[in-house]
């Protein structure tokens, strides 16, 4: 794990799609960071199994669905009396070119990623403007920007979820609130499906010439959570070792 020496003590973290991959690494700097740190995944047993791991809280719960969304936040405000932070993580892909897309396909990818982010986004919205405080860090794609083929409906999400945090930190600066995404690109289970001859002309599109751990992802949104960033705000970080440049 990176050697970041935040404080998160006090403060209650929710992260989503923190069974696996970025966002178990993300919950796992928060936990040794000292926050209150709820993992929320629609895997029960995987998320519970990462939480007993980090010593976290794991709650089961589907983004996509209002009433899980909201039940997830009662629940760590229930515990600690407070939430502060909001890692919007989750996500799925459905990729085929867009012919062979079904509407299944569409709507899932859209209602998870976007769904997922504009649920939990509202869902906290109450708590942080009582607070007046609030960091949101959701997670967006270099295909959101750019497009890629077989990725309408991850691309189209993707490109919403910067809609969506430019125009939450729009609404929600005036409560004491920023709402930032990371752009990333991490060796995770979901690049793992990449197969190995477009995986290896990736690699070369990336000027650092590799993938990240997924564990790198956690300093950027670590920062983009803490006190010291509140003066930034509608930001897209890209933490993708250059690609995007
Ligand atoms: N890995 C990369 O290089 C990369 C690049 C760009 C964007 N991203 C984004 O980063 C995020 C995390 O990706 P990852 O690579 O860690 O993927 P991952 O597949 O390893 O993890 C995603 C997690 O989200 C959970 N999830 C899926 N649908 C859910 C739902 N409806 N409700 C609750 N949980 C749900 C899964 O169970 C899984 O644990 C995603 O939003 C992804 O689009 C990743």
Same mark, same amino acid.
């Given at each position: 794990?990176? !050697?970041? !020496?935040?404080?998160?003590?006090?403060?209650?973290?929710?992260?989503?799609? &923190?069974?696996?991959?970025?966002?178990?690494?993300?919950?796992?700097?928060?936990?040794?960071?000292?926050?209150?740190?709820?993992?929320?995944?629609? $895997?029960?047993?995987?998320?519970?199994?990462?939480? =007993?791991?980090?010593? %976290?809280?794991?709650?089961? &719960? $589907?983004?996509?669905?209002?009433? $899980?969304?909201? #039940? =997830?936040?009662?629940?760590?405000?229930?515990?600690?009396?407070?939430?502060?932070?909001?890692?919007?993580? =989750?996500?799925?892909? #459905?990729?085929?070119?867009?012919?062979?897309?079904?509407?299944?396909?569409?709507?899932?990818?859209?209602?998870?990623?976007?769904?997922?982010?504009?649920?939990?986004?509202?869902?906290?919205?109450?708590?942080?403007?009582?607070?007046?405080?609030?960091?949101?860090?959701?997670?967006? @794609?270099?295909?959101?920007?750019?497009?890629?083929?077989?990725?309408?409906?991850?691309?189209?999400?993707? /490109?919403?979820?910067?809609?969506?945090?430019?125009? @939450?930190?729009?609404?929600?600066?005036?409560?004491?609130?920023?709402?930032?995404?990371? @752009?990333?690109? /991490?060796?995770?289970?979901?690049?793992?499906?990449?197969?190995?001859?477009?995986?290896?002309?990736?690699?070369?599109?990336?000027?650092?010439?590799?993938?990240?751990?997924?564990?790198?992802? %956690?300093?950027?949104?670590?920062?983009?959570?803490? $006190?010291? &960033?509140?003066?930034?705000?509608?930001?897209?970080?890209?933490?993708?070792?250059?690609?995007?440049?």
């Amino acid at each position: 794990m990176p !050697n970041l !020496n935040y404080d998160f003590t006090g403060r209650t973290v929710i992260i989503t799609g &923190a069974a696996q991959g970025i966002g178990l690494e993300v919950g796992r700097f928060f936990q040794s960071a000292g926050a209150a740190t709820f993992l929320v995944d629609y $895997d029960g047993e995987a998320v519970q199994a990462a939480a =007993a791991q980090l010593g %976290a809280t794991g709650i089961r &719960a $589907d983004v996509s669905n209002t009433d $899980d969304v909201e #039940r =997830a936040v009662k629940a760590a405000v229930e515990a600690t009396g407070r939430i502060d932070i909001i890692v919007n993580n =989750a996500g799925i892909l #459905r990729d085929t070119v867009l012919w062979k897309m079904t509407d299944e396909d569409w709507e899932q990818v859209l209602a998870i990623h976007a769904g997922g982010t504009f649920k939990f986004t509202r869902a906290a919205v109450p708590y942080f403007r009582e607070q007046n405080f609030g960091r949101i860090v959701n997670v967006t @794609s270099y295909t959101g920007l750019h497009g890629n083929t077989g990725q309408a409906n991850y691309a189209t999400a993707k /490109a919403g979820i910067i809609g969506l945090t430019k125009t @939450s930190a729009k609404e929600l600066a005036r409560f004491g609130v920023t709402v930032n995404a990371i @752009s990333p690109n /991490a060796k995770t289970r979901m690049v793992a499906s990449i197969p190995d001859d477009k995986m290896a002309y990736l690699v070369a599109q990336i000027p650092m010439g590799r993938f990240a751990e997924a564990e790198e992802m %956690a300093a950027a949104i670590g920062f983009l959570a803490s $006190d010291e &960033a509140g003066y930034i705000t509608g930001t897209v970080l890209p933490v993708d070792g250059g690609i995007s440049m």
